[in-house]
């Protein structure tokens, strides 16, 4: 049984960092042709793809946020982390992680944990 | 990149069939046979539903099937059941390595 779930703080500041984590059981990153990918939605609105790690460490970003998202993974914990710098009101959404296990689908998903950007 | 063009809504009554198109580019999704589509209810996390243009995942209903032309990929309900009432978004790998996603697809069921 494949489950992923989100973690991290549910309110930053305007121009803090956040951090969150999103840990995972039931596959291992570590296998060839898997990966763990971000996307967010704003509240009422639509999905939006952010970054995706596959099991050989090859990051891929949103072109249009790429230089505020670092993605990165440990195999040993289970686990893949999303840090996304400056955030702004727009950046208040719903984060997802979900498993990437080829051609680009995200066959399960976590939760997701809404994170509101607000001083 | 710019997000894929859905329609904003589509309805159907039970029983009936409905379509939603996903209009791309050549830089995605007329471009490479990696299109799906997502189920997403009210306060859920979204739903695979349609990978590679026309796989289902195991667990879908065959009422749901996908097919591409050109730069627009499209969904179809057929036989349509009051639970199928959700947002609907297609996504697609880019000529960035990338992803993107539809602008989404309110799904009425009359």
């Known amino acids: 049984q494949i489950t992923l779930k989100e973690s991290g703080p549910t309110l930053v500041k305007p121009t803090q960092t956040l951090t969150l984590t999103c840990t995972f059981s039931?596959?291992?990153?570590?296998?060839?042709?898997?990966?763990v990918g971000w996307i967010r939605q704003p509240p009422g609105k639509a999905l939006e793809w952010l970054a995706l790690?596959?099991?050989?460490?090859?990051?891929r970003y949103s072109p249009s946020l790429k230089s505020r998202l670092t993605i990165t993974k440990d195999t040993s914990k289970n686990q893949v982390v999303l840090t996304m710098t400056n955030m702004d009101p727009v950046d208040t959404a719903t984060y997802y992680c979900?498993?990437?296990?080829?051609?680009?689908?995200?066959?399960?998903w976590g939760q997701g944990t809404l994170v509101t950007v607000s001083s | 990149q710019s997000a894929l063009t859905q329609p904003a809504s589509v309805s159907g009554s039970p029983g009936q069939s409905i379509t939603i198109s996903c209009t791309g580019t050549?830089?995605?999704?007329?471009?490479?046979?990696?299109v799906s589509w997502y189920q997403q209810h009210p306060g859920k996390a979204p739903k695979l539903m349609i990978y590679?243009?026309?796989n289902r995942p195991s667990g879908v209903p065959d009422r749901f099937s996908g097919s591409k032309s050109g730069n627009t990929a499209s969904l179809t309900i057929s036989g349509l059941q009051a639970e199928d009432e959700a947002d609907y978004y297609c996504?697609?790998?880019?000529?960035?390595?990338?992803?993107?996603f539809g602008g989404g697809t309110k799904l009425t069921v009359l």
């Open positions: 979900a498993q990437n296990s080829g051609s680009y689908r995200l066959d399960y």
């Open positions: 039931g596959f291992s990153l570590s296998t060839s042709g898997v990966g």
């Open positions: 790690i596959y099991w050989d460490d090859d990051k």
């Open positions: 050549s830089s995605d999704v007329g471009g490479y046979n990696y």
């Open positions: 590679e243009v026309s």
């Open positions: 996504s697609s790998y880019t000529s960035s390595s990338t992803g993107v």
